[in-house]
């Protein structure tokens, strides 16, 4: 990150590899999680230390910090460096809130868990002072509201099936992948998205969709597409499109994104990288009005 002499800035928002706090990697013995010094991915949580570090000796630290990523963060697990990050900041100067929800509370069909900290420069609100040793078993994160004017969305508006517009069908074509025999499991043990009376929400949208488990499959027999093929399977991942949409892009914004000419496994990457659009709205509402109080 480059420092800008000349201009001060209101807000950093930062967020780090969250590969080092998964369930997955401490299943498998990689518990540094984000230890500074600790060379993981995660790590790099303490590099936006070294740049706020910097900041201050050209008195140019921001007054606003926000930080976005996974609940398992905030784990039994993960914590006690999480409270050292806290303490590094009100070291600084900041006062940190955490605040804790998901997708599908803000109006979209995906269960997505996130954890988001707002830190405040040098501010009178009365946060707790010794807030950074609170013990993790007390340190639950505050709820936000969401904001009204964002519309609900279900799957049925996420899942294009509408299969005799041509987009729609040249991109569920595309999502068809071949039967094999490792991916039968995709089809039994997850979501089938567009069994609307049975499911009301996609399970979290990732990088990938052709990997178990996925955020859903949908179900492609007696449908105009279904391929007689026994080569093909029965169902069809989400499409770019919905993936898109399913992190509350509108497809106006897909249409923008898909003329620039990336490549599908690019886009599938860009939407699960990505941050809830209802989601991270409250959170940008809230610091607005910590600003002006």
């Known amino acids: 990150m480059a420092i800008n002499n000349n201009k001060a800035v209101d807000l950093i928002t930062y967020s780090f590899p969250c590969q080092d706090l998964s369930v997955a990697g401490s299943f498998y013995g990689f518990n540094k999680g984000m230890s500074k010094n600790s060379n993981t991915r995660s790590s790099l949580l303490w590099e936006i230390g070294r740049i706020l570090t910097e900041l201050k000796v050209k008195n140019k630290l921001p007054k606003f910090l926000l930080l976005e990523n996974v609940p398992n963060m905030i784990s039994s697990r993960h914590i006690p460096e999480y409270i050292k990050w806290k303490k590094f900041l009100y070291d600084l100067g900041y006062k940190t809130k955490t605040y804790k929800h998901s997708a ?84 039994d043990e997850n979501f089938v998205l567009n069994d609307f009376k049975k499911h009301k929400y996609a399970r979290t949208l990732t990088t990938r969709q052709d990997r178990h488990p996925n955020a859903g499959v949908i179900d492609l027999r007696k449908t105009s597409i279904e391929c007689k093929d026994l080569s093909k399977a029965k169902y069809r991942f989400l499409t770019t499109r919905e993936a898109y949409l399913l992190m509350g892009f509108s497809e106006k914004d897909y249409e923008r994104v898909k003329k620039q000419n990336i490549k599908e496994a690019k886009l599938y990457q860009q939407a699960g990288n990505s941050i809830v659009v209802n989601a991270i709205i409250p959170v940008i509402k809230k610091i607005q009005e910590l600003n002006n109080e």
Request: hydrophobic share 30%; charged share 40%.
């Open 104 to 187: 599908y509370d803000h109006g979209i069909p995906q269960i997505r868990k996130r954890v988001y900290a707002i830190s405040i420069l040098n501010t009178d609100l009365p946060f707790d002072k010794k807030e950074y040793e609170i013990k993790c078993c007390d340190s639950l994160p505050l709820k936000l509201e969401k904001e009204n004017s964002i519309k609900t969305k279900t799957l049925k508006d996420i899942i294009k099936q509408d299969y005799s517009i041509k987009k729609y069908k040249d991109e569920a074509l595309k999502a068809n992948p071949n039967r094999t025999i490792s991916r039968k499991k995709m089809f």
